[in-house]
């Protein structure tokens, strides 16, 4: 299990950088947006990316966001 929850940080990391610095299409992006959706279990995974509280470089900001992500445990109502 541990394996698995790293894989997919990696692929979350890769995904968000993706976004951020490639020339990707609209399309791509909704890709990759559903993508995201789907691994993060935290529904506010991006705006810890792209509106920190903090101001560090991208890479440690998507790493902090990212282990706050998968942090989050939803409440069942």
């Known amino acids: 299990m541990p394996?698995?929850?790293?894989?997919?940080?990696?692929?979350?990391?890769?995904?968000?950088?993706?976004?951020?610095?490639?020339?990707?299409?609209?399309?791509?992006?909704?890709?990759?947006?559903?993508?995201?959706?789907?691994?993060?279990?935290d529904p506010e995974y991006m705006d810890y990316v792209f509106h920190p509280k903090e101001d560090l470089p991208i890479s440690d900001t998507i790493d902090k966001a990212i282990e706050k992500a998968f942090q989050y445990k939803p409440i069942a109502l």
């Open 3 to 41: 394996d698995e929850i790293a894989d997919t940080k990696r692929r979350v990391r890769a995904l968000t950088l993706r976004l951020i610095y490639d020339n990707i299409t609209d399309h791509e992006r909704k890709l990759i947006g559903e993508e995201l959706y789907k691994l993060v279990p």
